[in-house]
């Protein structure tokens, strides 16, 4: 009955089917023999999900009105004050500065194609990325287009990305580029101060009649290291000029460990107040038909947060507290990598790492049969260290070496 209207839309989830088959083998050999790296949330040396307990007690601690009654489109006023707060911490912009509320970093992504591409559109990111770029373009009637994320010395490759700019400004008066950094899903790989020099460079110097929108996804800014270090790149995006709209889609999911109440913000850095004011207009727009407003209740949360000093304070050391045992999980994988002699991809953070290799698909079925779950990608395997312990993190390197070289 449905209408495919030009997408490819699979039987089953990837990640779920494999997620399913890695529950099921647990069931049959026990929890012990099976490492399931495929889940994308932060979950404890058992498999629990790590809640953050302050972000918790704020839930519990909510009045009925402040989450089931209706927010206002964009978002509370308390929750946009609170959003770029926590997007922007310490930095103090000099442009103007706007949040819309959105069901997630998802919903950020959504909007940002819907209004700053055209249907047809192709949109620019990195050869590794997160997979459901493409799905929410083509659900939109636009694709995606990649530059290779690394050189041959594994750097960030700026010359790669100069030459798909320029390739695609040829082809388009608009272009939105969408950067996960910092701590990349699947890679890890966080942005330097260099890289991104060379990125407001290369952008800088396109024609002004071209409008390009830098989506900034920061979905693990908070799970890549020192949460204020990790934001040096933000002045960077005030150098832009007026034709280069920087845009972060800012996630309350890892961050305030939320997942489930879709909750986040699309936040942009504009040069004047046209601009900005614009932005409000337009992605209030495109989310009153898409899905109305955001949910009310993580807007409160988020907002009380804000307002109580001493809560935000727990909220900031619990989170260090899960983020140095992330971090560790992934040191030791690193590390393990190291010892076996298989080649991984620059990790710096965040929940994922990944191993490149050919045939990622029978690559990873030939490791589930050895109870180990990966997610295939287009280039090699992505391993979620936010999901297992560190004990399972030491284990995979070497397993993989041998799975790989018996091939
Ligand atoms: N961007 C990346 C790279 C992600 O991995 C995710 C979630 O997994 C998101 C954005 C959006 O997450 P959410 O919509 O839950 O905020």
Known sequence: MAAANGRNIPKEDVIFGISRRAREMAEDVGEDKVINATIGALLDDEGELLVLSSVDDTFMGLEPVEY?????????????????????RNYEPKGQVRAVATPGGTGSLRNTIANYSCPGDQ?????????????????????????????????FNAEDFRKRVGEMLEKQDRLIIILNTPAQNPTGYSLTDSDWQKVIGILSSQEPEKRIALLVDTAYIDFAGDEDEYRSFLPYLEELPANVLPILAFSMSKTFTLYGLRCGAMICLAPNEEIADEFVRVCEFSSRASWSNSPRV??????????????LDRVTKERKEIRDMLLKRGRAFEEEAARAGLPILPYDGGFFASIPCDDPASASRELEAEGIFLVPL????????????????????????EVLNKR
């Open 123 to 155: 949109i620019l990111t990195t050869d590794w990325h997160w997979s459901p770029y493409k799905t929410i373009a083509a659900e939109q009637g636009r694709s995606i287009a990649t530059f290779r994320l690394f050189d041959e010395n594994h750097g």
């Open 298 to 311: 993580g807007q409160s949360i988020i907002a009380n947060i804000f307002a109580d000093k001493d809560l």
């Open 378 to 401: 287009a280039m090699g395997l992505r391993v979620s260290l936010a999901s297992v312990s560190e004990e399972k993190c030491r284990r995979i390197p070497a397993k993989v070496v």
């Open 68 to 88: 089931a009654q209706y927010a206002p489109i964009g978002g509370t006023p308390e929750f946009r004050k609170a959003a770029i707060r926590a997007a922007l």
